[in-house]
């Protein structure tokens, strides 16, 4: 049995979705809305009732939210089971930059950007806060916590390169999420989270002058 996407998967998965319309980004900035969209990546599909159980939310609640995302272009209908009308993700990729140019835009980004940060940051503490609480004798689930950081001088083409090499990271596991075959023994639902930006207390590095011409 192969754990890896076949080539056909690969070619039907939809491009990412890249954004800096502000009435986009805001339809995603809300708590309830990120926690729908992250279940609908972890399982592939689900429908409102589904989402609801998993989220204790109440149907009605889930269905709105479902919609906002619906209509900002993050998720889509998938295929009917029925009389049930399940959602799936319209991209796996989502990427946010915000247009210098439009403060609404700025804004916008940065507000998505507060709720996402905070958001994984308080799931890593609660995760840290519950493996201190059970058995942590286990040596094999140590190495699956890990906390990294990282400092390094690039050129913002050598940056840009690392970005899109950081998207591409986890595609060799592509298609376990909605087919639980492709899952090898001992597979468990991992979470990544990942930030890159440029430190504004040091100057970039200045050109090399140019070299004096002989007379």
């Not at 004798?137 to 690392?162: G, R, Y």
């Not at 090898?184 to 890159?196: D, E, H, K, Q, Y």
Request: hydrophobic share 40%; net charge negative; charged share 30%.
């Amino acid at each position: 049995m192969s754990t890896e996407p076949d080539a056909a998967e690969v070619t039907a998965r939809p491009a990412g979705i890249r954004t800096s319309d502000p009435s986009r980004v805001r339809a995603l900035a809300h708590p309830v809305r990120m926690d729908l969209l992250s279940y609908l990546d972890d399982v592939g599909e689900a429908t409102a009732t589904e989402c609801a159980a998993h989220l204790r939310q109440t149907v009605a609640n889930c269905s709105f939210h479902l919609r906002t995302l619906a209509k900002a272009g993050f998720i889509e209908p998938a295929e009917p089971r029925g009389r049930e009308r399940p959602w799936r993700p319209a991209a796996r990729d989502r990427t946010f930059a915000a247009d210098p140019l439009d403060p609404s835009s700025r804004r916008a980004v940065l507000e998505l950007g507060e709720i996402s940060v905070r958001r994984e940051a308080d799931r890593f503490i609660d995760h840290l806060r519950r493996a201190d609480a059970t058995d942590t004798s286990n040596p094999e689930l140590v190495p699956l916590t890990q906390l990294l950081s990282s400092a390094f001088w690039a050129t913002p083409e050598e940056t840009a390169a690392l970005v899109a090499e950081l998207m591409t990271i986890t595609d060799r596991f592509e298609g376990r999420s909605t087919d639980p075959a492709r899952r090898p023994a001992g597979a468990r639902l991992m979470r990544m989270f990942s930030a890159i930006n440029p430190d504004p207390d040091h100057e970039p590095t200045p050109a090399a002058p140019a070299p004096q011409q002989e007379d």
